[in-house]
């Protein structure tokens, strides 16, 4: 069940440099946020549960929405196929009395390691039969314009001095149904409006608030280096950062008592896998130091750049929540973007803390790639 190991606000922001920046404007009214495809979806939805299923046309036009439109060509690195696919068969599930049977079979067991993709889907549309007048009410009066100006301000609240004159261009947010998500790329911002619903009006703001924070940290970035990097341990480095920063905003805790719509087994796998950070670092750091001592060729040492567990969220989350428990908060935004005041500042709290703390080697190589990319060599 590959969906375990993606799990939360999956972001597209993996290399250095990825961000284009254009020209900043005024955002008019309803410009930086759509319910286009959610209002769709649910009016679908109502008809199939007063007995009329949608057709083919009806599909089309739903995937035809801005929303979908657009997510399917920002994720064109996947099969948008695939995506109409479990969208189409869990709403069927969902909403099919004459598949009830699969339904119940479904919705029984908790969203695990062993759910299909398909699962999610059904889970999250049964999800919506259950609870559809108050979803409705959701999409039809909440403030969305609200939301995305509270995003911003928050966001601000995470980030280095001087980051709030960064010119980020005008963010949209899409609200339409899929799996149990949120995520982000190439500027724009997709949230599942059941998950929208369910994180109520905080979690919502922090939400968006952590898709934005990884775009200004993609401008942070491309401030700072001048050319991209395939640097394996470096882009484990990135990713972890990427996360870890972001999740100050939005969990801020760990171990967690729960993630989203997902069962027991995802959670606790999720904990598990953040208290074995300290390994996770250790094999990045040996990866790494295997490599530069000509023991590991180029193809062995990419294994360095799985070394940001879940994306980031696990690993990420340790070494940003390390520096903030054992040096301040401050000490954890003031080196956003910078990977080698980060690592430094991660050993710095992991000394603190009688953790894993990296090599002299490892550390030294890192502040090398980060100096070229500066200076552009």
Request: glycine share 8%; hydrophobic share 35%; aromatic share 12%.
């Amino acid at each position: 069940m590959k969906k375990a190991f993606v799990i939360l606000s999956l972001s597209l922001c993996i290399g250095l440099g990825f961000i284009s920046c254009s020209q900043k404007k005024i955002p008019v009214e309803g410009e930086e946020y759509s319910i286009e495809s959610a209002q769709r979806f649910m009016e679908m939805a109502r008809q199939a549960m007063d007995g009329t299923q949608p057709t083919d046309e009806d599909w089309r036009a739903l995937f035809a929405t801005k929303g979908y439109h657009t997510f399917f060509q920002v994720w064109n690195w996947t099969d948008s196929t695939e995506w109409q696919r479990n969208i189409r068969n869990g709403f069927d599930l969902a909403f099919n009395p004459a598949r009830k049977a699969q339904l119940d079979s479904i919705v029984a067991r908790p969203l695990g390691e062993e759910s299909s993709d398909e699962d999610f889907f059904t889970y999250n549309f049964y999800l919506t039969k259950q609870r559809f007048n108050e979803l409705y009410e959701f999409i039809h009066t909440a403030d969305f314009g609200q939301v995305m100006q509270q995003a911003h301000e928050r966001v601000l609240q995470f980030l280095p001095a001087g980051a709030d004159t960064l010119d980020l261009p005008p963010m949209k947010c899409y609200y339409l149904a899929f799996d149990p998500e949120e995520r982000t790329g190439n500027g724009v911002i997709f949230y599942d409006y059941n998950t929208a619903f369910e994180d109520g009006p905080e979690g919502l703001v922090n939400g968006i608030a952590h898709e934005l924070h990884h775009q200004y940290m993609g401008l942070l970035m491309n401030a700072r280096y001048h050319r991209d990097c395939d640097d394996a341990a470096l882009q484990a480095i990135v990713r972890n950062q990427l996360e870890g920063a972001a999740d100050l905003i939005n969990k801020g805790t760990m171990p967690v008592d729960k993630l989203g719509a997902y069962g027991p087994d995802i959670v606790k796998m999720y904990n598990d896998d953040y208290f074995d950070s300290p390994n996770v670092l250790r094999q990045l750091d040996s990866l790494t130091c295997g490599y530069l001592a000509g023991k590991l060729d180029a193809k062995q040492y990419q294994a360095a750049a799985g070394c940001a567990h879940f994306e980031g969220h696990t690993t990420g989350d340790y070494m940003v929540f390390l520096i903030r428990d054992q040096l301040g908060q401050q000490a954890a935004i003031d080196c956003l973007g910078d990977f080698s005041a980060f690592v430094q500042r991660y050993n710095e709290a992991a000394r603190k803390a009688d953790g894993y703390v990296f090599s002299e080697t490892f550390v030294s190589h890192i502040d090398s790639i980060c100096s070229d990319l500066q200076t552009g060599e």
